[in-house]
């Protein structure tokens, strides 16, 4: 049983820098996978970027790539999504995920999930 609560998200200006935050409860979160989705009004939920449980392994979707790293901090259950050079297209609810297993890029392989936080991108 893991919950998961994001912070972090805001009204930004293209360009602009934002770090979103997820924290988990319990003392398994390094045993977890974790992803970061996000879904724009109208559109599917789509994958961001995932983290393997040890921090050795990172994903990422080629919209992001270049742009967006995750990290995590075992220590204090958390997982980070640093966000650069935002666009407005970068506009979104922004999930958190956690996988028992491997880190994936589907949505359907994750076990728990945050209720999202609004990120906003202006042009």
């Known amino acids: 049983q893991v919950q998961l609560v994001e912070s972090g998200g805001r009204l930004v200006q293209a360009g602009g820098s934002l770090r979103l935050s997820c924290a988990a409860s319990?003392?398994?979160?390094?045993?977890?996978?974790m992803g970061w989705f996000r879904q724009a009004p109208g559109k599917e939920r789509e994958f961001v970027a995932a983290i393997s449980w040890s921090g050795g392994r990172t994903y990422y979707a080629d919209s992001v790539k270049g742009r967006f790293t995750i990290s995590r901090d075992n220590a204090k259950n958390t997982v980070y999504l640093q966000m650069n050079s935002l666009k407005p297209e970068d506009t979104a609810v922004y999930y958190c995920?956690?996988?028992?297993?491997?880190?994936?890029?589907?949505?359907?392989?994750?076990?728990?999930w945050g209720q999202g936080t609004q990120v906003t991108v202006s042009s």
């Open positions: 995920a956690a996988d028992r297993y491997i880190a994936t890029m589907t949505s359907l392989s994750y076990d728990y």
């Open positions: 319990g003392r398994t979160f390094s045993s977890y996978a």
